[in-house]
């Protein structure tokens, strides 16, 4: 949307989207230019004047890092499980399928990031080994 607008604001105004586009802004529609001035005020991205252009790379990384910003703090709420999920869908299927791991790594890396990789500060609450001496037995760090 963001960039049919930035087409429309370079457009001769005697055409008809640009007509059109005038005539739903003067009836004060809920058109989708009140959709796309939402998401540029909700990433303070708006425009000083009607006709500036609104550069896509830079609203989209402000979308990210906002959406990012909410996610992490809906994730505190949610279970591991629940979090896992989320960004199953959202970004680990991407990052595996193109990177060149075997099958042994893309398990393990998955394990890791499902929890349930049998690491010592996991497996030695189970112990009730306190948190500060769960160390790793390979290189004695936390």
């Given at each position: 949307?963001?960039?049919?607008?930035?087409?429309l604001v370079s457009?001769?105004?005697?055409?008809?989207?640009?007509?059109?586009?005038?005539?739903?802004?003067?009836?004060?529609?809920?058109?989708?230019?009140?959709?796309?001035?939402?998401?540029?005020?909700?990433?303070?991205?708006?425009?000083?004047?009607?006709?500036?252009?609104?550069?896509?790379?830079?609203?989209?990384?402000?979308?990210?890092?906002?959406?990012?910003?909410?996610?992490?703090?809906?994730?505190?709420?949610?279970?591991?499980?629940?979090?896992?999920?989320?960004?199953?869908?959202?970004?680990?299927?991407?990052?595996?399928?193109?990177?060149?791991?075997?099958?042994?790594?893309?398990?393990?890396?998955?394990?890791?990031?499902?929890?349930?990789?049998?690491?010592?500060?996991?497996?030695?609450?189970?112990?009730?080994?306190?948190?500060?001496?769960?160390?790793?037995?390979?290189?004695?760090?936390?």
């Amino acid at each position: 949307m963001v960039r049919y607008r930035n087409r429309l604001v370079s457009m001769n105004e005697d055409r008809i989207p640009a007509i059109i586009n005038r005539r739903d802004k003067s009836l004060n529609t809920e058109a989708w230019n009140a959709q796309v001035k939402h998401i540029l005020a909700y990433s303070d991205m708006t425009p000083e004047c009607e006709q500036d252009y609104v550069d896509i790379d830079a609203l989209t990384s402000r979308l990210k890092v906002l959406n990012r910003n909410i996610w992490l703090v809906n994730a505190q709420a949610m279970t591991k499980l629940e979090v896992f999920m989320e960004v199953l869908d959202r970004d680990m299927q991407q990052v595996l399928v193109k990177s060149n791991l075997g099958r042994c790594q893309r398990s393990l890396v998955m394990k890791v990031k499902c929890g349930v990789l049998p690491l010592i500060v996991e497996t030695g609450r189970f112990k009730n080994v306190p948190r500060e001496l769960r160390l790793c037995q390979i290189c004695n760090e936390k």
